[in-house]
């Protein structure tokens, strides 16, 4: 990641859906084409590492050029060259083995990829059954078998590759045809790679983390040399966080706070003031204010978190509202909260997009709720709603869209007790308890809680030290001022 200077004090990494965010950089100065390919490089690595860290779905899948490009079209021609070569030379009397025998080496190479130090049997059968001199000779005698090294080579797949590629494997045996076949055996080869690289990027994900970790914290203090006002907008974020705690009267335990602080300073520890900056992410304007320096490369993925947030705080205002008309009547129906939940999702669906009227979706919404309640009550053996009852239903899920509605308010403030406590326990293996009325909404809080502790916790593990110097200036800043006005009185 290049941190790029914005104007006089932000930075911003623009991405395709961030583009709005992005603003011009100040002049710098000239870069030689050497400079510049050995930080491209750098910024590659970085984020490549960054993503894999911070990602934990994170997969290498297999490139796909787009249907009508030139690659795609200069990529098929190649392809059918080639293997309309080897069709020609394997019809031909008596017939040519030198395009197959090349493409038994691959195959060979890449079985041979894919085995441990300890497999020295598999490793020998492989070296022995694809000899390649032996296969040359047999071929200049005609008595090279194709079809049995394929069977072979069928086979050693078969061991070597994962649960998932088991089917992949069985439809080998059903193909007759030798080049289609040939064909077939390097598609599913690819596949197994690509299934090996991601067992690799698992594995190395926590040696990579505290290596990306160093290398992020080297890279930005090289900046902070620079550019000294680097910090600015992380200090006014910190410092913001400080006075919500102090506004709120949170008493913590203090065990990073400046020693003999008093007051409101008193009540401040740096995790609490760091924990409260994070939660502040999750309500940031960002058509309109700058996004901190330290947070800045994970600006989209902090967005994406904000809007999960946002439409699953309507989803659940809309699940409470409803069971709250319903009655214990349907709360312990199997399936009905997430028949409601799938109804309002896909009618949310966009919901971010300026084109997207939320009153009127919410309204078909009640219409689709309340159908659906009436058909579960009559199911049940209970009384359907009267016509009464449905248009006060309908009535109460249109109000989400108020931006005062109060129940909204509710769920929107459990929520961020969630994961306010779900930031304090983070290193804890036990979740904290759900609060009342977002049971039906668990899962998918829990699942975007889990994607926003990764983040903070990476985060905090590379920019800490830069965190605990701000907030120890911050709160030095306030016992000094409090200090200062108990002496005038």
Not at 212 to 222: C, D, G, I, L, P
């Amino acid at each position: 990641m290049e941190w790029i200077h914005q104007g006089t004090n932000s930075f911003t990494n623009p991405g395709p859906s961030l583009r709005l965010l992005a603003r011009p950089a100040s002049p710098s100065r000239p870069v030689s084409i050497e400079e510049l390919m050995e930080t491209a490089k750098g910024v590659t690595n970085m984020a490549l590492a960054h993503e894999i860290v911070v990602n934990g779905d994170f997969q290498i899948k297999p490139a796909e050029l787009p249907e009508h490009s030139l690659e795609k079209k200069v990529r098929d021609i190649v392809h059918k060259a080639f293997w309309d070569c080897l069709e020609a030379q394997l019809k031909d009397d008596p017939p040519t083995y030198d395009h197959a025998i090349k493409l038994l080496g691959e195959i060979k190479e890449s079985l041979l990829s894919f085995l441990l130090p300890g497999h020295t049997r598999l490793r020998s059968q492989i070296t022995e059954v694809l000899d390649l001199d032996l296969i040359k000779q047999e071929a200049e005698n005609g008595a090279l078998d194709i079809s049995k090294l394929v069977k072979f080579v069928i086979g050693m797949m078969g061991t070597l590759c994962a649960p998932a590629r088991d089917e992949d494997i069985k439809k080998l045996k059903d193909i007759n045809e030798i080049v289609p076949l040939f064909r077939a055996i390097f598609s599913v080869l690819d596949l197994m790679k690509m299934d090996m690289a991601n067992f690799a990027v698992s594995s190395i994900r926590p040696k990579l983390m505290q290596q990306s970790a160093e290398y992020e914290r080297k890279k930005f203090q090289e900046f902070l040399e620079k550019q000294p006002n680097s910090l600015d907008l992380v200090t006014k974020w910190l410092q913001e966080a400080a006075d919500d705690l102090a506004k709120l009267g949170h008493d913590v335990l203090p065990p990073h706070c400046g020693d003999g602080a008093t007051g409101g300073a008193s009540a401040l520890c740096f995790i609490a003031i760091q924990n409260q900056a994070y939660l502040k992410l999750l309500k940031w304007d960002h058509m309109n204010r700058p996004f901190p320096e330290t947070v800045l490369m994970d600006q989209t993925r902090f967005l994406e978190i904000q809007l999960e947030l946002e439409q699953l705080l309507v989803v659940g205002t809309v699940l409470l509202v409803t069971f709250s008309a319903a009655g214990p009547a349907l709360i312990d129906v199997p399936g009905f909260a997430e028949k409601i939940k799938s109804i309002v999702k896909v009618l949310l669906t966009g919901m971010h997009l300026p084109s997207f009227n939320l009153k009127e979706s919410l309204a078909t919404v009640g219409e689709k709720v309340c159908a659906e309640v009436n058909s579960c009550l009559s199911q049940h053996g209970f009384t359907p709603f009267s016509a009464e009852r449905e248009a006060v239903l309908k009535g109460q899920i249109q109000a989400v869209a108020s931006p005062d509605n109060s129940i909204c308010k509710l769920i929107d403030s459990r929520i961020q007790k969630f994961l306010e406590n779900y930031l304090a326990s983070s290193h804890q293996k036990s979740l904290p308890a759900i609060p009342g009325g977002l049971g039906p909404i668990q899962r998918e809080l829990e699942e975007i809680a889990a994607k926003y502790i990764r983040l903070v916790n990476y985060n905090r593990m590379v920019f800490s030290p830069y965190y605990d110097a701000v907030l120890g200036k911050i709160l030095t800043k306030e016992k000094s001022q409090i200090v200062g006005k108990s002496e005038e009185s």
